[in-house]
């Protein structure tokens, strides 16, 4: 069965610094990568998808992360964190060619932006 | 275009009732799926319906259960409550099936007493 691993339930960073979170999938076949963001009392919005081409993807709010298939990665930066940023943050896969839209989430990290 | 609906946004029962959550996708969307989500198991999908048929199934008991109507809305029902299915139900909804882009929902916030 499809895993997602988040290195870190809780990151802190310091405004203006960089955000990075740590995303790793378990199939031998690359999936369908997103990454979502949850702010309190709110439902999931998507920053970013991967499905084909280009590895390195860009997503909503200055965010982007890059698919690695040989380290199964799919890490999500940030150059400089804002305090809006404060947030919980969720790596999310589906399995090609599967007959659904079946999302397997990661643990969900939660971010903290100190002033 | 209006977002998802989820109502109601909060819900209060007792252990042995049942609860019925609704979810109104985006217009046009046809694809819906459930998710719960605690602070101890993370985000677990529940089932996806799609044109009125369930088209995948999490690891849930059968007192989990689901349907949609014609119109796309769907409901996800939880029979013979259980202190443990105190969680936040999220619904998703997508155009179609596959890699597309899922909107979520603000979510039911579900306390069981």
């Known amino acids: 069965a499809q895993s997602v691993t988040q290195l870190g339930s809780h990151v802190s960073v310091s405004e203006g610094a960089l955000v990075l979170l740590r995303c790793n999938y378990s199939?031998?076949?690359?999936?369908?990568l997103f990454w979502y963001v949850q702010y309190p009392n709110q439902g999931l919005q998507l920053l970013l998808k991967?499905?084909?081409?280009?590895?390195l993807v860009k997503g909503i709010n200055g965010f982007e992360a890059e698919f690695k298939k040989s380290e199964t990665s799919f890490h999500l930066t940030k150059p400089s964190a804002h305090m809006s940023d404060a947030a919980e943050y969720f790596c999310a896969v589906s399995d090609r060619g599967a007959a659904g839209n079946k999302l397997t989430f990661g643990g969900g990290t939660r971010v903290l932006v100190k002033p | 275009k209006a977002g998802v609906t989820q109502t109601p946004r909060y819900l209060i029962k007792t252990r042995g009732q049942q609860v019925t959550l609704s979810c109104s996708p985006i217009s046009g969307h046809r694809s819906v799926s459930w998710y719960q989500q605690t602070p101890g198991q993370g985000l677990q999908f529940l089932f996806e319906y799609f044109s009125e048929t369930q088209r995948n199934k999490g690891n849930f008991p059968g007192r989990f259960s689901g349907r949609q109507f014609s119109n796309s809305r769907s409901e996800m029902n939880v029979s013979t409550l259980e202190l443990g299915d105190s969680a936040l139900y999220l619904c998703?909804?997508?155009?179609?099936?596959?890699?597309?882009?899922?909107?979520f929902g603000p979510g039911t916030r579900l306390t069981v007493l």
């Open positions: 991967y499905t084909t081409g280009a590895t």
């Open positions: 998703a909804s997508s155009l179609v099936q596959g890699a597309n882009e899922q909107f």
């Open positions: 199939s031998s076949v690359p999936p369908y």
